[in-house]
């Protein structure tokens, strides 16, 4: 019989309150609480923090704190990757990162999920699903990205926007929900 962790890890259904999880949310709760005071510390001294800390992270990533997560190992993040001020990561599920990914302040990651059923909501079932974000992408400040969600190598995600479908590579994409934008005779049009 599989644990609720491995159930949770698997994209399962699975019961948040399993003290293995409980516990492993305890854990990051204590390490946020140390991150989160290293403002003044050199961006070399939060890597190390951060590289002890999370599934994986590449050279010269520099995560400016306050910055909250909800498990911490599992997200791995490529090289060079930046993230502003008051970011969130709910990383009940898988978050990765690619090389030279930009995030603006308050940008919101999302992979858990709820029963749209109300009767096994109301159970305490949740689930979580992956998030992808490529190369060289450019996610502008205050934007969220929904659980289960792609977004290609070289997109841009307008400020604020939410991201709701998969973002192709090289796409830019604006608004709630997150739709293409495109160049017409040099004036941004938001597609359907």
């Not at 994209?11 to 948040?16: A, I, K, Q, T």
């Not at 590289?51 to 050279?59: I, L, M, N």
């Not at 970011?87 to 690619?98: E, F, P, R, S």
Request: glycine share 12%; proline share 7%; net charge neutral.
């Amino acid at each position: 019989m599989r644990s609720e962790k491995e159930k949770m890890l698997a994209g399962e259904l699975y019961r948040g309150g399993d003290p293995e999880i409980s516990a492993d949310l305890a854990r990051n709760r204590a390490w946020l609480a140390i991150f989160n005071q290293t403002l003044a510390l050199s961006q070399k001294q939060r890597l190390a923090l951060l590289q002890g800390h999370f599934g994986a992270v590449g050279e010269d990533v520099n995560i400016c704190p306050p910055f909250h997560c909800d498990l911490g190992y599992n997200i791995r993040l490529g090289d060079r990757v930046f993230m502003n001020f008051g970011c969130i990561v709910l990383d009940i599920n898988t978050v990765t990162i690619g090389d030279d990914t930009k995030f603006g302040p308050n940008v919101q990651i999302y992979t858990p999920d709820h029963p749209r059923d109300p009767e096994i909501r109301r159970s305490g079932l949740e689930s979580a699903m992956p998030i992808t974000i490529g190369r060289n992408v450019w996610i502008g400040g205050s934007a969220i990205v929904v659980p289960g969600i792609t977004i290609g190598d070289d997109a841009i995600v307008g400020a604020g926007s939410v991201v709701t479908r998969n973002v192709p590579a090289g796409a830019t994409v604006a608004g709630n929900p997150a739709r293409p934008i495109v160049r017409r005779g040099g004036t941004a049009v938001t597609l359907p």
